[in-house]
Nanobody, 112 residues
Framework: VQLQASGGGLVQPGGSLRLSCVAS????????MGWYRQAAGKQPELVAR???????NYADNVKGRFTISRDNTKNTVYLQMNNLQFEDTAVYCC???????WGQGTLVTVSS
């Protein structure tokens, strides 16, 4: 099983990015998926999760700005991030919740 995350980069405050997590070796459609992030010197936090039937949950500090979605035909989970703020700077990873499968991180840097 492999999870390939991409889409990170450098963005100014107020900007947007879309992260993608493509899976191979497993059908994501049957799994609960999550995006986590870890900022320097901080504990990892769950940013957003989506169930197999599309129910979503968000951390309070990203509600209204981030949207998690999934395209089971592409075996991909997305994280649309709008109105990015300095405090969103972190390494973001996708994770198949309730398993040991993690994607590699993709760095998001919000800087002016």
């Amino acid at each position: 099983v492999q999870l390939q995350a991409s889409g990170g980069g450098l963005v100014q405050p107020g900007g947007s990015l879309r992260l993608s997590c493509v899976a191979s070796g497993i059908r994501l459609g049957f799994n609960v998926m999550g995006w986590y992030r870890q900022a320097a010197g901080k504990q990892p936090e769950l940013v957003a999760r989506i169930s197999s039937d599309g129910i979503t949950n968000y951390a309070d500090n990203v509600k209204g700005r981030f949207t998690i979605s999934r395209d089971n035909t592409k075996n991909t989970v997305y994280l649309q991030m709008n109105n990015l703020q300095f405090e969103d700077t972190a390494v973001y990873c996708c994770h198949i919740i309730y398993t040991d499968y993690w994607g590699q991180g993709t760095l998001v840097t919000v800087s002016s």
